[in-house]
């Protein structure tokens, strides 16, 4: 049970957005609440006939990459498609196989979808010489999806070979790729002599979101998602637009099963595809639906996270994916039968081990509770399954609100494992800081893998402690969000069908969880053939009552006397009769003053994120009548000035004013500090990236302020070059001491914490102590472009504004 409740302060939504979306009010609350305040965008989520998606070839490489496999079709080339083994990488590998032999034909596409414990992600190149030379038909041109933003050996190789490359992924590219300008002709296409051989580059094509910029709506894609624009346009380049869209079926199942951020066009695909998804005639898909026992017709996100999902994902994890592929791509139903059979036996196998590792992990912490003690909860046992420490890991981070890290430890070999985080917490950056204990690592926010020496458990586990405090991308406190405090009167089967315009739920939008106070539980039964479940009914005061549904609920015990119950709403299906159904997610002991959690100012926010400049927004205030923060050495034009507004500038401002954000701001405390100081009743989020956050553009600057300081005997003032900057005092502090290890300043005295007194340096370095500095820097670089992009993505709730 989560010690804490947070519960989100109501918002009243406008006229225009109420009567716009109809229904039920408490519809537009909840968009309202989420950043959706404009009635056009509020639209535009509910129905994705409102959403303009991005054309494909607004996506990175995807016009180069559509032109080289239709001139490779039309030569009769033969391809290989390279996937990956999660769902993500199945749905891509079998979307690229079906569309590109429909365009082929079947002989001239193949797969290989690489073996989670002999290969594990990526092109090995050892898989791939062996590829090459033990097929039966050479592959003209490779194709990946899902992978190979970083096997430049791999890509080298085949193009050593004479084969034509294409890169399809959706993961962040090495850092000196995301540093190129995103145009053809230095992202790919170079020359061996140029890029080196062994470098991505020499690929004929790359496509990947990570190159567009924060806010982008492309940018949250998965892997199938990449691949579907890809094949989007290839199909338009073919003369054969339209036929693509019965392939979005699999786009959907790789965008709920890889957790995708459901926004933009990542929603707008998810929202087609559940629809394809409902009628679909795909063989393969209609023979795991039987044996999941999902009703075609019915299928949601849910259907495709709790029951679809983990029955793929269990080949990649205990076997081989590539058995997926080909049922997704079969027609035979005999076949695609035997398939989903092994994949339901395998799930169980699946839930056994899951089962089996959640109950050790749980013993180990009852022995040693002060495994909590630390920021992450790292576990290692010998015994555990490679493939499920990443599911176990993924139930105690949710479990114990904290990251958690599962390690086995098998005798004489490494140690290796997976990592998974919670809201707020970067866990990928947090192991890659680690990256001194460790031997491979690789992830992103939400999940990450690692290997080290056994030896090394114990220091990386106080280590990633240090670490997870250093990448906590925003301030989220521990607990439970509550979206609205309702009375069991006013639930009702309308209001749950209402409400489920929202979906689809997950990542990006979470399902609502709603509070009805001082309720009495009348009933309670259990269900479902052990047992483990339960079935309550709970009254209020005045007499209404509601029935609730607690899964895996055996072993727990209510409080007694009035509870405070905390639920999901949902409408239950059952024989050609719909009934509303609540869904257990907490309760405790009824609080006398549990409405009044609520925080009591309620702050009217604006979103006005993505506008190109301030002058499309005639509602904002100006400087005259509100705060503004502006900050960073780009502020502007001479088409649209803004006055530079620093947070230094902030402290003497009148307070109670409207707030507005121009600039990002560089870390969550900061945006949380503004908040506290100015006390606003109405914040404007307009987010102009006013900064230069690259390594070497930071050191110019701070190398400027010196210089000018040197010239007038002046004393550094942090603070202000921070703000000057648009960035931290850490960012600020670093680049002195790199200036100062390579003999370009010294620093003689700092003066109150805050000021620093500096003379000409002596020109003598030390290149190992630079590196070290430099290495932090850029760390703290990285946290603050991570924070930037979060913010101008994130919702408005997601951001800890109390809107």
């Given amino acids: 049970m989560p010690a804490t409740w947070s519960i989100l302060p109501p918002v009243q939504p406008s006229a225009a957005l109420t009567a716009s979306v109809g229904g039920h009010p408490l519809l537009a609350q909840l968009l309202a609440q989420r950043g959706l305040d404009d009635p056009a965008r509020a639209r535009a989520f509910l129905n994705p006939q409102h959403y303009v998606p991005a054309p494909p070839t607004t996506l990175t490489g995807v016009a180069e990459a559509a032109e080289t496999l239709d001139a490779a079709i039309r030569r009769q080339a033969n391809i290989l498609v390279w996937g990956d083994f999660d769902v993500d ?12 032999r429909r365009l082929a034909g079947d002989e001239c596409v193949q797969f290989h979808v690489p073996n989670r414990f002999s290969e594990g992600h990526g092109m090995r190149l050892d898989k791939l010489k062996a590829r090459i ?3 039966e038909t050479r592959p003209d041109l490779i194709i990946t999806c899902d ?15 004479g084969i034509t490359v294409v890169i399809t992924d959706h993961h962040d590219p090495p850092p000196d790729l995301l540093a190129l300008r995103p145009v053809a002709g230095e992202l790919w296409g170079v020359s061996k002599a140029e890029a080196g051989p062994s470098s991505v580059r020499r690929a004929d094509a790359i496509v990947n979101p990570k190159f567009l ?45 890889d957790v995708a951020e459901q926004v933009h066009d990542a929603r707008y695909l998810l929202q087609l595809g559940l629809e394809r998804l409902r009628t679909t005639r795909r063989t393969g898909l209609l023979a795991l639906m039987e044996v999941a026992r999902v009703t075609p017709g019915a299928v949601d996100s849910e259907a495709i996270g709790f029951q679809l999902g983990p029955r793929m994902n269990a080949l990649g994890r205990l076997e ?40 050790v992990a749980l013993e180990m912490i009852e022995r040693a509770p002060s495994l909590l003690d630390f920021n992450g909860l790292v576990l290692a046992h010998p015994a555990w399954h490679a493939g499920i420490v990443g599911i176990v890991a993924s139930r105690l981070a949710e479990q114990f609100h ?26 990928g950056s947090a192991i890659a800081a680690c990256g001194p204990l460790l031997l491979t690592h ?20 106080r280590e990633l402690d240090r670490q997870i405090d250093r990448h906590r991308t925003q301030d989220i406190p521990p607990g439970l969000t509550v979206d609205a405090v309702l009375h069991l009167e006013s639930v009702s089967l309308p209001l749950a069908d209402d409400l489920r315009r929202l979906a689809p739920f997950g990542n990006g939008n979470p399902m609502p969880n709603f509070l009805s106070t001082h309720l009495t539980v009348v009933e309670d039964r259990r269900l479902g053939r052990d047992g483990g479940h339960r079935r309550l009914v709970v009254r209020n005061s005045t007499g209404a009552t509601a029935p609730v549904i607690w899964f895996k609920s055996a072993d727990i015990d209510l409080p007694t006397g009035p509870i405070d119950l905390v639920y999901t709403l949902g409408v239950n299906e059952f024989r050609g009769e719909r009934s509303l159904q609540l869904t257990y997610v907490d309760s405790r002991p009824a609080h006398e003053d549990a409405v009044t959690l609520t925080p009591a100012k309620v702050v009217q926010v604006h979103d006005c994120r993505g506008a190109a400049n301030v002058d499309i927004l005639p509602d904002l205030p100006g400087p005259d009548r509100a705060v503004w923060y502006a900050e960073g050495i780009h502020i502007g034009s001479d088409a649209h000035p803004v006055a530079y507004a620093p947070r230094v500038q902030i402290q003497a401002q009148t307070r109670a004013r409207p707030l507005v954000l121009y600039s990002v ?86 003066q109150s914490g805050d000021q620093v007194l500096i003379e000409r340096g002596a020109g003598q370095s030390d290149p190992d102590e630079a590196l070290w500095i430099q290495a932090q820097l850029e760390q703290h670089l990285a946290e603050v472009r991570a924070y930037r992009r979060y913010f101008l993505r994130a919702a408005v709730h997601q951001l800890g504004l109390p809107a």
């Fill in 320 to 359: 081989d994916a590539t058995v997926a592929v080909e049922l997704l791509t079969t027609r035979d139903p005999i076949r695609a039968g035997q398939l989903a059979a092994r994949m339901e036996r395998l799930n169980q196998q699946r839930r056994l081990f899951t089962s089996q590792i959640t109950a």
């Fill in 89 to 100: 990488g199945q749905t891509s590998t079998s979307l690229l196989v079906a569309a590109l």
């Fill in 133 to 135: 030379a033990g097929a």
């Fill in 442 to 461: 690789g992830g992103h926010p939400g999940a990450a893998g690692l290997s080290l020496l056994p030896e090394n458990i114990d220091r990386f586990r």
């Fill in 147 to 161: 992978t190979g933003i970083t096997d430049g050996e791999a890509v080298g190789f085949a193009k050593d070979q």
């Fill in 213 to 257: 910029p924060a806010g982008d709506p492309l940018r949250t894609l998965p892997g199938v998602g990449v691949a579907y624009k890809l094949v989007q346009e290839l199909y338009r380049v073919a003369g054969r637009s339209g036929e693509e869209t019965d392939l979005l079926d699999l786009v959907a199942l790789g965008i709920v099963a």
């Fill in 402 to 427: 904290k990251p958690t890290v599962l390690l086995l430890t098998p005798p004489g070999e490494a140690a290796r494992g997976s990592a998974r985080s919670i809201p707020g917490v970067d866990i």
């Fill in 665 to 750: 701001p560089p870390t969550p405390d900061l945006l949380a500090w503004l908040h506290e100081t100015v006390h606003p009743p109405e914040i404007y989020l307009v987010g102009q990236i006013t900064t230069d956050d690259a390594l070497d553009d930071v050191l110019r600057q701070v190398a400027g302020m010196c210089k000018f300081a040197l010239q007038r005997g002046q004393a550094l003032h942090i603070d202000r070059m921070a703000a000057r900057l648009g960035t931290t005092e850490a960012v600020i502090r670093y680049s002195l001491l790199w200036l100062q290890s390579r003999g370009q300043i010294t620093m003689l005295d700092w």
